[in-house]
């Protein structure tokens, strides 16, 4: 009963971490693929509207050049922009060292590849995959 209980314990604890929360404007136009994708990754995905993204992201230290529309919040990460969801699910199961998330800036949506960027704490950035 006592490790029954821990892993129940355990996945909720594992769940709750799941949580991700989309940050965008009231005029933002994300496609609703993206958002199903993004529950592939998370347990819930809450939109939240915002008058003011950019102050949000100048906090979090999202570099102006790799900048989008949204910006999504998920435990200790951000995911700027519509990031492919191989992209996010490479990038948590890696956790590179340093590494605050993933942008895919707003220049790169229409194109095939898509060009990633990682972000790290210090506000630097580089390229993280093609998706």
């Given at each position: 009963?006592?490790?029954l ?45 915002v ?49 605050i ?17 990682i ?13």
């Amino acid at each position: 009963m006592k490790i029954l209980a821990f892993c129940l314990l355990t996945v909720s604890l594992f769940a709750s971490d799941l949580k991700l929360q989309v940050f965008q404007p009231p005029t933002s136009t994300c496609p609703k693929s993206w958002f199903t994708d993004m529950k592939k990754v998370a347990n819930e995905v809450d939109i939240i509207t915002v008058m003011n993204v950019k102050n949000l992201k100048r906090q979090i230290g999202i570099p102006y050049d790799i900048q989008s529309c949204n910006t999504s919040i998920m435990g200790d990460y951000v995911f700027e922009g519509n990031v492919p969801y191989q992209a996010i699910k490479d990038f948590l199961k890696e956790k590179p060292k340093n590494a605050i998330g993933l942008s895919l800036p707003a220049y790169e949506n229409d194109k095939t590849p898509k060009t990633v960027y990682i972000l790290f704490e210090n506000k630097s950035y580089k390229e993280y995959g093609k998706y």
